[in-house]
């Protein structure tokens, strides 16, 4: 399902510290006055600052991810919905054929991808709205030894951390189903309660944020928006201009079953549709301002995650 594009969704929002928060830089620097620890930066709108790297928010997304289904469903393929077992080294046999290996990766492989197939979302590194806003310390930390319980003598250390700023990232997600676009609402939910955390020394205060929505913009650039009715080309697949669409709908009845995806698989929605650029393609968005409508569609998107049970 790589070789088409039949819906991506991209969801744009904030990362807002809500205490501190450090990604450690994978090497110390040449200055001997900077912490033992430092930040991970970048250059960025004309100067060096701070980031929150795309790898690090994805594998945080992935790790709750694979909490959550491994909760309400297991480790292993006799559910719907898994998340495959990291400690049996889950390795697909050799030479099947793109469908067969999409049906026998796990719900969350299916997302993040594996050594098989590629990975259907993208985050984007998120980097400071305002660099003034930006408040950086510097903490002390002792090291404890594990069998004793107690300091070890000499063993000071400091790191550095933000504690204030805003963050703005985009997570991008391609060729969806809305159960998997429920799950990623349902894990941005989570970091937003405080359910987990980024970056290091999470389970001594660190790490803490907010996640405040922006926008978020579902496209179909296979449609047009006609008579406001979504219209896909070539195929007679027709839609209500404000509804939800899952992979599947855009899909025959055959290929969808070979993959697997959910069919009849779409929502309505309080999205506002419109044509894309240049006329071609038609893109449905939900604004911010009070947070609801980006909710409102992770809502619609977590109603059918909760059917797959």
């Known amino acids: 399902m790589h070789k088409q594009l039949v819906n991506h969704c991209t969801i744009d929002l904030n990362i807002i510290p809500d205490g501190p928060i450090l990604i450690k830089s994978g090497r110390e620097g040449a200055d001997p006055t900077?912490?033992?620890?430092?930040?991970?930066?970048?250059?960025?709108?004309?100067?060096?600052?701070?980031?929150?790297?795309?790898?690090?928010?994805?594998?945080?997304?992935?790790?709750?991810?694979?909490?959550?289904?491994?909760?309400?469903?297991?480790?292993?393929?006799?559910?719907?919905?898994?998340?495959?077992?990291?400690?049996?080294?889950?390795?697909?046999?050799?030479?099947?054929?793109?469908?067969?290996?999409?049906?026998?990766?796990?719900?969350?492989?299916?997302?993040?991808?594996?050594?098989?197939i590629a990975s259907r979302i993208r985050i984007e590194d998120a980097h400071p709205v305002d660099l003034t806003q930006l408040k950086l310390e510097e903490r002390n930390g002792v090291a404890i030894d594990r069998v004793f319980?107690?300091?070890?003598?000499?063993?000071?250390?400091?790191?550095?951390?933000?504690?204030?700023?805003?963050?703005?990232?985009?997570?991008?997600?391609?060729?969806?189903?809305?159960?998997?676009?429920?799950?990623?609402?349902?894990?941005?939910?989570?970091?937003?309660?405080?359910w987990f955390g980024l970056g290091f020394a999470k389970s001594r205060g660190l790490g803490t944020v907010r996640v405040q929505y922006n926008s978020a913009i579902v496209q179909y650039p296979g449609c047009q928006l006609e008579t406001g009715k979504i219209r896909q080309l070539g195929n007679p697949g027709e839609w209500d201009s404000n509804y939800l669409l899952g992979v599947g709908e855009f899909l025959i009845d055959d290929e969808a079953k070979k993959y697997g995806f959910p069919k009849p698989d779409k929502r309505d929605s309080e999205g506002f549709a419109e044509s894309m650029e240049l006329g071609?393609?038609?893109?449905?968005?939900?604004?911010?301002?009070?947070?609801?409508?980006?909710?409102?569609?992770?809502?619609?998107?977590?109603?059918?995650?909760?059917?797959?049970?």
């Open 34 to 116: 900077n912490p033992d620890m430092e930040f991970v930066k970048t250059f960025h709108g004309g100067g060096w600052s701070i980031y929150l790297p795309g790898s690090s928010l994805k594998g945080a997304i992935r790790a709750h991810a694979e909490r959550i289904v491994r909760t309400v469903g297991g480790d292993n393929n006799t559910r719907k919905v898994w998340a495959s077992d990291p400690t049996k080294g889950d390795y697909l046999p050799k030479n099947l054929k793109s469908h067969d290996i999409y049906q026998q990766s796990s719900f969350t492989d299916q997302i993040f991808g594996n050594t098989s």
């Open 280 to 309: 071609f393609g038609v893109k449905v968005t939900w604004n911010n301002n009070t947070n609801s409508g980006v909710k409102d569609l992770f809502m619609r998107a977590v109603e059918v995650w909760g059917e797959g049970f």
């Open 149 to 194: 319980g107690s300091t070890v003598p000499g063993a000071l250390f400091n790191y550095q951390v933000c504690t204030a700023g805003e963050f703005h990232t985009k997570i991008h997600l391609k060729n969806f189903t809305l159960a998997q676009l429920g799950l990623i609402g349902l894990v941005l939910r989570d970091l937003n309660d405080g």
